[in-house]
């Protein structure tokens, strides 16, 4: 017969599993879906159409996707693997850091811009491993419909989003085939450079 002591030790890794287990059981689609709400949920909120309000509106609406988006993956990602190992730690930090300010201040100003009470219409949740899955979705904006395909990977037990296709475009692959070409005849601290350039002129 178990002794209360040890009953008390089992159950409490029953709960530890069971916790873990819940906590990676919502599903890819989900995770996307309470996204783009949330962010449309920002967008629509009358308390931020005054213009002196739009600093705060992004910074509520990046504050949610930097929650569902794992950009050091998404950064690493655009780097063939003999480029970033070219990288110094120092260098592979701020690298990540430029690249995802840049992405930032390009599709908030991008979302703010150009958001038209558009609606997303979700389709399929595919599978591709246990760890791995792809959502496809469409957002449509009167008579144009965008197909937009998320990538995600669970870590932590948490579905992060690891890439983009937007109308099958990669948003990891676009942006790795320019950082190859500069790569090619440029060293990681020019690289950088231009990063640090670009987000200079995106914040402006």
């Not at 178990?2 to 530890?16: A, E």
């Amino acid at each position: 017969m178990k002794r209360p002591r040890d009953l008390i030790l089992l159950l409490t890794v029953f709960f530890i599993v069971f916790s873990a287990a819940m906590a990676s059981a919502e599903k890819p689609i989900d995770v996307i879906q309470t996204g783009v709400d949330k962010v449309f949920g920002i967008l629509n909120d009358p308390a931020y159409a005054p213009e002196g309000k739009k600093d705060e509106q992004r910074d509520k609406i990046w504050t949610v996707i930097r929650s569902f988006f794992d950009f050091d993956t998404i950064a690493k990602g655009t780097l063939r693997r003999h480029d970033w190992d070219r990288f110094t730690e120092d260098q592979k930090k701020e690298f990540i850091d430029l690249f995802t300010d840049l992405i930032g201040e390009t599709y908030l100003e991008r979302i703010q811009g150009e958001y038209k009470n558009e609606k997303v219409v979700y389709g399929e949740q595919e599978m591709l491993s246990d760890s791995k899955a792809v959502v496809k979705t469409t957002i449509v904006r009167e008579s144009l419909e965008i197909p937009v395909d998320y990538r995600l990977y669970l870590k932590n037990g948490n579905w992060r989003i690891y890439n983009v296709y937007v109308e099958n475009t990669s948003l990891v692959t676009n942006y790795r085939d320019q950082f190859s070409r500069i790569l090619m005849k440029g060293t990681p601290a020019e690289l950088i450079e231009k990063l640090r350039e670009k987000t200079i002129k995106s914040e402006g």
